[in-house]
Every structure is written in structure tokens, then in C-alpha cells.
């Protein structure tokens, strides 16, 4: 069975610190591998997927996350926080069939 | 490119009632995705629906149905409502529901249940 864990319930960083969101997963087969972000009373948006190849991918807004199969982890970083960052991160996994299974979510929360 | 729209935004029912809840599909995607989001948590994938067919199912009892339609918009149907059926149910479409697939999400229907 897939499943996705996000150990923090919350992230507190400071604007221009580099930030760090944490997540693992277990799936039986290859993992793909994904980051949403959710803005309050609004739908999921897609911000970067690992697929196969390069372990470091990059996504939308100057995010980007590392997948390391020998920790099944993918975590989300950014270089330098903005305080627009502010928002709800979702990781998710799939294992290529119709389910796509999501973690409970980090709220991250940057302090200008 | 027109994005996912999902109708009601809000809703309020009583238990024991039937609801309805309506997506449409970006342009060009035939597979849609129902999730429920209950406040603090991740969404929890309902169903999946690949061309007018229910393509696979979550833990989610038979009283959770859908439906997707010849242009691939698609509804949810809850009946006999408990208070545990309150939560954000989004809508997410993709492309084939290939391998590897992004989900578009819809900003979602709040249901209530009193």
C-alpha cells in the first residue's frame, strides 16, 4: 500500500532563510512523486513532480526537491523564503496507478 | 485553457439528505478525480473516472457515487449524509490519468452537515 508522511505539522522560517519541508513515502513499485500547495479556501496547484532521472527537480516559484530513494524521502526547498510562501504544502505519491495518495500537509509560515 | 470548476462553492444540508456536487474538467482532460479534505488533513482520493468509467475507488463507502459525462465533466453523489461527510470535496482532472500525471484542482465545495 503507498503511503506519504509529513513528520511537521508546521514550518516557521524567517524571510530570505532557506526553508525545508519534509516528507516520506513507501510505495511498492517506482515512485512518482509530487508537491501541491494549497492557499486557503482554494484548490490544490501542482508545484513539482519526480518522475525518474535527475534527483533534484525544480518546480514552480524557485522550489525544489530532492528525491532520495535509499531514505524514501522528497523533501520541498527553497533557497530563500518569501513571506508569499505562506500556505499549505501537500506531498503525494503514486506508484503509476489510479490513486494518487497525499500527506496530511505542513503549513509553513514565514515571518517577514 | 479553461481550468477546473466545481459548483456549489458552499453547501448545507441536514443529515440523512442527498447532495450533488458538479466538476468540470480543464480543456482537453478525460479523467477526473474526487478527493474529500477534512479540516487538517490531506485530501482522500473517492474515485477516479477515465472516459464515462469508474477507473478505480478509495475506502469510501457505496453510498459515495459518481458520475462522468460524454463532454467529461462529472458529478459526486452522496446520500444519507453523517456529520462525518462534512469536508472540502475537490475535484482534480488530468490529461490520460497516465503514469506520472499532474492533478488540476478545482477550488473545491465545502459541505456542510448538520
Known amino acids: 500500500a503507498q503511503s506519504v508522511a509529513q513528520p511537521e505539522d508546521q514550518v516557521n522560517v524567517a524571510e530570505g532563510n532557506p526553508l525545508t519541508v519534509k516528507c516520506t513515502y513507501s510505495?511498492?513499485?517506482?515512485?512518482?512523486l509530487f508537491w501541491y500547495v494549497q492557499y486557503p479556501n482554494r484548490g490544490l496547484q501542482f508545484l513539482l513532480k519526480?518522475?525518474?532521472?535527475?534527483?533534484l527537480v525544480k518546480g514552480s516559484y524557485g522550489f525544489e526537491a530532492e528525491f532520495n530513494k535509499s531514505q524514501t524521502s522528497f523533501h520541498l526547498k527553497k533557497p530563500s523564503a518569501l513571506v508569499s510562501d505562506s500556505a499549505l504544502y501537500f506531498c503525494?505519491?503514486?506508484?503509476?496507478?489510479?490513486?494518487?495518495?497525499f500527506g496530511a500537509g505542513t503549513r509553513l509560515f514565514v515571518k517577514a | 485553457e479553461t481550468g477546473v470548476t466545481q459548483s456549489p462553492t458552499h453547501l448545507i444540508k441536514t443529515r440523512g439528505q442527498q447532495v450533488t456536487l458538479r466538476c468540470s474538467s480543464q480543456?482537453?482532460?478525460?479523467?477526473v478525480s474526487w478527493y474529500q479534505q477534512a479540516l487538517g488533513q490531506g485530501p482522500q482520493f473517492i474515485f477516479q473516472?477515465?472516459?464515462?468509467?469508474?477507473?478505480g475507488r478509495g475506502n469510501f463507502p457505496p453510498r459515495f457515487s459518481g458520475l462522468q459525462f460524454p463532454n467529461y465533466s462529472s458529478e459526486l453523489n452522496v446520500n444519507a449524509l453523517e456529520l462525518d461527510d462534512s469536508a472540502l470535496y475537490l475535484c482534480?482532472?488530468?490529461?490520460?490519468?497516465?503514469?506520472?500525471?499532474?492533478?488540476?484542482f478545482g477550488s473545491g465545495t465545502q459541505l456542510s452537515v448538520l
Open positions: 482534480a482532472s488530468s490529461g490520460t490519468g497516465g503514469v506520472g500525471e499532474k492533478l488540476f
Open positions: 510505495v511498492s513499485g517506482n515512485p512518482y
Open positions: 519526480y518522475i525518474t532521472g535527475d534527483n
Open positions: 503525494a505519491v503514486t506508484d503509476g496507478g489510479f490513486k494518487t495518495i
Open positions: 480543456s482537453g482532460h478525460n479523467t
Open positions: 473516472y477515465y472516459r464515462e468509467e469508474e477507473n
